[in-house]
């Protein structure tokens, strides 16, 4: 596939003194937010019941600095600045592993554009790699809880006392991405196997392993999160019945079927369609957001609920709105007062 306007970007960093050990952080849920010592992650991982299982976690926000050496663009710009720009930058890749890393980076672009809305706006991205060079190969807590390793962006599995969340320093991730011409959407990526993600959504931010078989899938669910704002579709991590209130985003609501009908909200205009290529057709399925009882999703398995399969309808539409914040489809146009003749 050709990808419009893919380059690549090296970065010599360096830590400041050791790497930071990540130690399980308790739970913070509750905490305010808004003051930016705490930042709001979704860990989502394939459970034992089909389909995906996690939840929301509450890490405090890390903003040590990244020592940027030096930085050397690898391949032109390409198309004008009219993109979603996704970056992604490596963690716990050598200088010697930097090629691993365009192998593990390249193959999340190049396997992103499975489902649509992605299929359909996949000329409305563009993509930058950087290269971040870590003094040690590998990151925290892989494959074992304990071990540390020096990099440069100190991704660690077991956050929040958590296996399968893979969380990264999001300043350090964005002083990286720095370096690439615009910056979205950020996708850390850890020189790892060992299964695990984060999103990131307040940051629109997303990890992945580079070398899990997942990872693709892995890496369009978290951005679901961050470019999406989606709501977990899944019913396992939180209470049985669901008590909170009105969730905020487009993909789960508190709103029975026939309540979103009487009140025009929520999906009310996607009731009953169904499109190929999205998943199924869209009602009100009871179980969303963590929990099984009280809250409900607009079908019934799709990417925000499971890996390998495609957004439902509201979902997509949530996408390509978020899309267009970033993207005028009109990448040019004739200057005011011109002639065109037939030929134009």
Not at 308 to 323: D, G, K, T, V, Y
Request: hydrophobic residues 35%; contains cysteine; proline residues 4%.
């Amino acid at each position: 596939m050709n990808h419009m306007g893919m380059r690549s970007i090296t970065l010599l960093a360096l830590t400041a003194g050791t790497a930071m050990a990540h130690e399980p952080q308790a739970d913070t849920a509750g905490q305010n937010i808004d003051n930016g010592a705490i930042t709001k992650v979704h860990g989502c991982w394939q459970g034992d019941h089909g389909t995906l299982e996690g939840g929301v976690f509450y890490l405090p926000t890390d903003e040590d600095a990244l020592q940027v050496i030096e930085a050397v663009e690898l391949a032109n710009r390409g198309v004008p600045d009219n993109r979603v720009d996704f970056v992604i930058v490596g963690d716990g890749y050598t200088a010697s592993e930097q090629a691993q890393f365009h192998t593990d980076a390249t193959s999340i672009q190049n396997n992103f554009f499975r489902y649509e809305p992605f299929i359909t706006y996949e000329s409305y991205f563009r993509w930058t790699q950087v290269e971040v060079i870590s003094n040690e190969s590998g990151v925290d807590n892989d494959p074992d809880q304990g071990i540390n390793r020096d990099t440069a962006l100190d991704m660690a599995y077991w956050c929040s006392g958590t296996e399968r969340l893979l969380c990264v320093s999001v300043s350090k991730a964005y002083q990286a991405a720095a370096s690439a011409p615009d910056i979205d959407q950020v996708i850390a990526i850890s020189n790892s196997s060992k299964y695990g993600g984060a999103g990131y959504p307040s940051n629109n931010l997303g990890t992945a392993a580079g070398q899990n078989g997942s990872a693709v899938e892995i890496a369009i669910h978290e951005m679901g999160h961050s470019l999406g704002d989606l709501a977990d579709e899944y019913t396992y991590g939180g209470p049985t019945t669901y008590s909170g209130n009105e969730p905020s985003a487009r993909n789960s609501s508190t709103f029975d079927r026939q309540t979103q009908l009487d009140n025009q909200t929520k999906w009310w205009r996607w009731m009953d369609e169904f499109i190929s290529g999205f998943d199924g057709t869209v009602s009100t399925y009871e179980g969303s957001s963590y929990s099984q009882l009280g809250v409900y999703r607009p079908s019934n398995n799709s990417m925000m609920r499971s890996l390998n399969r495609p957004f439902n309808l509201p979902s997509a539409e949530r996408l390509i709105h978020q899309i267009y914040r970033e993207v005028n489809p009109i990448d040019d146009g004739t200057a005011d007062g011109s002639v065109l003749t037939a030929s134009d």
